[in-house]
Nanobody, 124 residues
Framework: QVQLVESGGGSVQAGGSLRLSCAAS??????MGWFRQAPGKERQAVAG????????QYADSVKGRFKISRDNAKNTLFLQMNNLEPSDTAMYYC???????????????????WGQGTQVTVSS
């Protein structure tokens, strides 16, 4: 059974940083990604990473500020978020695909498994 558990969310002021983690079980090496959803808005992709961790892709809104990475030995996905803006406020979700892929994916349709989410709130 696949399980994804996010942690690391919280409240910070604009310009601050947070590091999200996603502990995965029941899978190993699947391509993974981070998504977010703000109240009243559709879920949007934040970043994706391939199975090996060597290829990443980001939404334009977070390029240069966020970094996705993974530790396959620990089966954990990370999202380092720097220079946070109030517009980054959302519930952040970890997602895993249905297998291995050597290119990152940013479409939610490509993901089979989802975590429960961790809230990130950025105040101005």
């Amino acid at each position: 059974q696949v399980q994804l558990v996010e942690s690391g969310g919280g409240s910070v002021q604009a310009g601050g940083s947070l590091r999200l983690s996603c502990a995965a079980s029941g899978l190993r090496g699947f391509y993974m990604g981070w998504f977010r959803q703000a109240p009243g808005k559709e879920r949007q992709a934040v970043a994706g990473i391939d199975s090996g961790g060597g290829r990443t892709q980001y939404a334009d809104s977070v390029k240069g500020r966020f970094k996705i990475s993974r530790d396959n030995a620990k089966n954990t996905l990370f999202l380092q978020m720097n220079n946070l803006e109030p517009s980054d406020t959302a519930m952040y979700y970890c997602a895993a695909g249905g297998g291995w892929a050597w290119s990152p994916q940013l479409s939610s349709k490509q993901y089979n498994y989802w975590g429960q989410g961790t809230q990130v709130t950025v105040s101005s």
